[in-house]
C-alpha cells in the first residue's frame, strides 16, 4: 500500500461513517487527533504523549442513575457510542491493548467501544538511533501475540499491510485493497523453545 491509497482508505472510512483518530503533531507535542481530511494524513516518527486508551475506556462516563432511592444502570449511551478507527497505535501500546482487553473482558460498556472500533496498527517509522526499542522485525511471531484489525508495517515509502481479524480483512476486501497477510491472534504470551 502506498501512502496516497492509505489516504484513500481512510477517507474511505470518514464516508463509511467512522470517526478516525490519529496521531498528529500539534504545536511541540504528539498527540491524538481527529481526522477530518484523509489528505492532510501524516505519519509521525514518535509515539503520542497520551495513550489512545481514552478512546476505548473514557476517563469519565455516567454508568449509573441514583433516582427516588433507586438504583439503574444507564445503558443507553452505548448506542450513541460513535463507530471509530484508531489509527497509528505502535506495538508497545498494542502489547497494552491485549492487557486492556483481558481486564475488561467482562466489562459490557468496554466491550461495547470495542466492537464499534477499527484498532490500525503501525509500525513507528525507524529513527536515526539505533538502539530505538519501537525498531522491530515485524514477522508472525511477533504480531500474532498483539491484537488490531489492521497494522501496516512501514516499509520506506510503502506499507506491508496485515489483518489481525475478520473485520480488518472485510473493510480492507470492501475498500478493494486484498493484498495483505492474515495473522491469527495466538494468546499474549510468546511460546518457549521455538
Request: hydrophobic share 40%; charged share 30%; proline share 5%.
Amino acid at each position: 500500500m502506498t501512502h496516497g491509497q492509505l489516504q484513500k482508505f481512510i477517507g474511505f472510512l470518514i464516508k463509511r461513517g467512522y470517526v478516525v483518530w490519529a496521531p498528529e503533531k500539534l504545536q511541540t507535542e504528539i498527540v491524538y487527533a481527529e481526522v477530518k481530511d484523509a489528505s492532510k494524513l501524516k505519519l509521525v516518527k514518535e509515539p503520542p504523549l497520551h495513550s489512545f486508551k481514552r478512546f476505548l475506556f473514557p476517563p469519565e462516563e455516567i454508568l449509573f442513575e441514583f433516582k427516588k432511592e433507586k438504583m439503574r444502570e444507564v445503558r443507553d449511551g452505548s448506542v450513541n457510542i460513535p463507530k471509530q478507527a484508531i489509527f497509528g497505535i505502535n506495538p508497545i501500546d498494542l502489547k497494552a491493548l491485549v492487557l486492556l482487553n483481558h481486564v475488561f473482558e467482562k466489562d459490557p460498556w468496554y466491550q461495547e467501544r470495542m466492537k464499534r472500533a477499527l484498532i490500525i496498527g503501525q509500525s513507528l517509522i525507524p529513527t536515526d538511533v539505533d538502539q530505538n526499542i519501537f525498531h522491530i522485525k515485524y514477522e508472525e511471531d511477533i504480531l500474532e501475540h498483539l491484537q488490531f484489525d489492521i497494522f501496516l508495517e512501514v516499509q520506506g515509502d510503502r506499507y506491508f499491510v496485515y489483518t489481525g481479524s475478520e473485520e480488518g480483512q472485510k473493510i480492507l476486501d470492501e475498500f478493494g485493497h486484498r493484498d495483505y497477510e492474515h495473522i491469527q491472534f495466538a494468546g499474549p504470551v510468546r511460546e518457549e523453545g521455538l
